[in-house]
């Protein structure tokens, strides 16, 4: 018996390593291709035969050149845009979905059969009208009109609604009879106990955030408001396709995101798998 145990402890590793590998790979691959000369790859193509001499790191060089360094401007736009997006998506998810699982109110079930009728709409047909709205707003071609079409997900109102089923409902009755306001008790006393949901919202949203393209396209036009996928995406160009330029862009980034992984994966983890707080 002890050594069946053994045996299966053996094999959930050996599993669990071949599955890192599996995940890993491709980035380390990613980041071993961007540091080869593009002549190398035009002449053998994406593969693993790796020459330690001919690396360098003249493909990043040249990306931070490009066009005048516009590559750290479009880094800062999608740092911002993403930041405002997933702190403003945050705040109003959390808030429809804790009103939609803690109070009683008239059309409560409408509301939410909506917000599960919003996440079988595919985003491609909601960019026409999006689009038409925002040329109306008169925001086209500015931050607000990329994050604000966006800013409340179905996703997430419903994420939060059913992590806030589980939370105890005593807290709130004992600050209502300690006299705290509706407002009070979201923000001091539910908002640290839905920390886990936070952390995995956050890195849902903010990952995208980042790799949004289709919409920053459609509603961004200058040069200067670009972001990281679409400034990226301009090095393929019919004239000639800089590969190994955008190989090193894509490199950094994905940086970001590894990082805010990392950082947050534990309350990430348990955000995903707990589902009630027990107290």
Known sequence: MKRNNIILE?????SLFLIFLFCVMP????????????????????TLDFNIKTMSLHNFKALFNYNNGMFFLWFKNSVVLTALQTALSLLFCAMVG???????????????????????????????????????????????GVILPFVVSPFAVFYFRQYCLGLPKDLIDSARIDGCNEIRIFFNIMCPVM?????????????????SFVWPLIALRSNE??????????????????????????????IPIIILFLINQRAFITGLTVGSIKG
Do not use: C, H
Not at 102 to 124: D, H, W
């Open 10 to 14: 053996y094999f959930k590793y050996i």
């Open 27 to 46: 980035f380390v691959f990613l980041t071993l291709s961007s540091l080869r000369p593009g002549a190398q790859m035009v002449q053998n193509g994406l």
């Open 98 to 144: 804790y009103g939609l699982s803690v109070y009683e109110f008239k059309g409560r079930n409408i509301i939410f059969l909506v917000v599960l009728a919003v996440m079988m709409i595919p985003t491609e047909v909601l960019i026409l009208p999006l689009f038409k709205l925002v040329v109306k707003m008169k925001i086209i071609n500015t931050k607000a």
């Open 195 to 211: 920390l886990p949901a936070f952390a995995a919202i956050m890195i849902l949203q903010a990952m995208g955030s980042w790799n």
């Open 225 to 254: 408001n670009m972001t990281l996928p679409i400034g990226l995406n301009a090095l393929l160009t019919p004239y000639g396709n800089n590969y190994d330029v955008l190989l090193a862009g894509a490199v950094l980034s994905v």
